[in-house]
Each structure stands twice: as C-alpha cells, then as structure tokens.
C-alpha cells in the first residue's frame, strides 16, 4: 500500500512538472511563434531593390547606336519620294537619347490632273532627343517619345506643258531647274525598339510633322520637302530603323 501511494505520488509531481512546458506556444517550422508575433528586426532584400541597384550602377555615356531606315528606301522605289536616311544616338542612363538623323530626300512626281513634272533631289537634318518610357531599362527593348527640330535647304525642277499667251497669242514654255527653296519644321516621335540579338535592334518610330517656316517661291510652295514628306501644314510620318549599338 504505501509503495503505490509513493508510485502516485511521483507520477502526480511528474504532470506538474511538464505543465509549463506544455503551456508555452508551440512554435511553427520557421521559428516564429504560432501567434503570429515576429520578434527581432527581420529583413529579406526584395526583386524591386535588387533591380533598382542594378539600375543606378548603369553608367551616364551607356554607349552610341547607329541606325539606318529601311521605310525611306521602300517609298523611294514604289512612291512619288522616299528617302536614305541614317542617325547616330546617344545613349544616357538608358533613359535620354539625344539623336541626330541626316538624310538625302528624292522625289521625281508627275500630276496626272496638271501633267506638272515636279522634282527634286537634297538633304535634310533633324535633332532632337528621346525618352525611354520602359519601366525595365536592363531589357534592352525601348518605348520612347521624343521631339525633333529639322531643317532643309534644297532646289527643284519643275515642267509641265506651255502655256497658251491670250492677248499676243502663241505660247510660252513652262519649265524651270533649280528653284531654291528651304523649310523648317518640328516632329513629335512615338517609338519602340526591340533588340533582336545582342547589339542588333529593330526600331519602329511614328512622326507628327508641324511645318515651322518656309521660304516661298515665285512658284508658290513645292510640292515636296526632303524628309517631311508631301508640303502641308501637317502631315504624318514614320520609319523602320535597322540599329546596332556600338
């Protein structure tokens, strides 16, 4: 008998003693406390840190492309004009591309209402700089807008058929080379590149022309302006750029 009180008695202290233990909150497999409450400072660097430290480690001068569109060629053969344009564009953080375009614009055009011939056969300049909207810099593909300011002194032909004199009769010809004239004019951009293969891009960019000053002839306004395209007030333009960063 008293061998089994002092076997009870012993499992009894045994319980007590294990209750706290059991009391305490049990912890779950990360170590935190099954509560909820996070003790300490803890940290874990995020993708977006990660991207903006690699970000801001891309040098100012980021490199120079050259490019050279493929649109101008395409409309020079089998349009009324087209033009061979190229550009060299600086490449700032991946964020400001300052550009410079230069190119030769051709046009040899007949009316078929007027049976006037108009042609011409100069060069043109823009400058101006884009911005990369793209929220990925490292990526490589761009989405940019931009602004150009652009320019062109030039001379053309024109020639259609003599026109009949009414009071002495006979007919006077109608046909003048040369004829200088010159045009400025601004471009808003929208553009994409993609990058194909390392250094080697493709560029899509479209233009809203604004034609800021020109020089009239005695012939009244050409009817085409190397690298604005058809002679208006406004008119709509684009490229198809071939890129390669160097």
């Not at 430290?53 to 001068?61: N, W």
């Not at 395409?74 to 009324?80: E, L, N, R, S, Y």
């Not at 490589?140 to 030039?154: K, P, Q």
């Not at 034609?211 to 306004?221: A, H």
């Amino acid at each position: 008998m008293r061998e089994r009180i002092l076997r009870y008695t012993f499992v009894l202290l045994s319980l007590l003693a294990a209750a706290p233990a059991v009391a305490q909150t049990p912890a779950d497999t990360t170590g935190r406390p099954a509560g909820g409450r996070v003790r300490g400072i803890q940290y874990v660097e995020s993708d977006h840190d990660a991207e903006a430290a690699r970000e801001k480690a891309i040098p100012l001068l980021a490199g120079l492309s050259l490019s050279g569109d493929v649109a101008g060629l395409v409309m020079a053969a089998f349009t009324p004009y087209g033009q061979i344009e190229a550009a060299c564009r600086v490449n700032l953080k991946e964020r400001f591309f300052p550009i410079f375009e230069m190119g030769w614009g051709v046009s040899d055009h007949m009316d078929e209402l007027t049976e006037q011939h108009f042609k011409a056969n100069a060069p043109y300049f823009r400058i101006g700089c884009d911005y990369n909207v793209a929220n990925d810099r490292l990526s490589g593909n761009r989405i940019y807008v931009g602004a150009r300011y652009a320019f062109s002194s030039f001379k053309y032909d024109l020639d259609g058929p003599a026109l009949s004199d009414p009071v002495w009769g006979g007919s006077v010809p109608y046909h003048f080379e040369g004829v200088s004239a010159s045009s400025q004019w601004g471009e808003l951009v929208l553009g994409l590149d993609a990058k194909i293969w390392k250094f080697f891009h493709l560029g899509w960019s479209f233009r809203y022309r604004v034609r800021i000053k020109q020089k009239r002839t005695p012939l009244g306004q050409p009817w085409y302006v190397p690298g604005f395209g058809k002679n208006d007030h406004t008119c709509f333009g684009g490229t198809f750029n071939l890129i390669f960063d160097i």
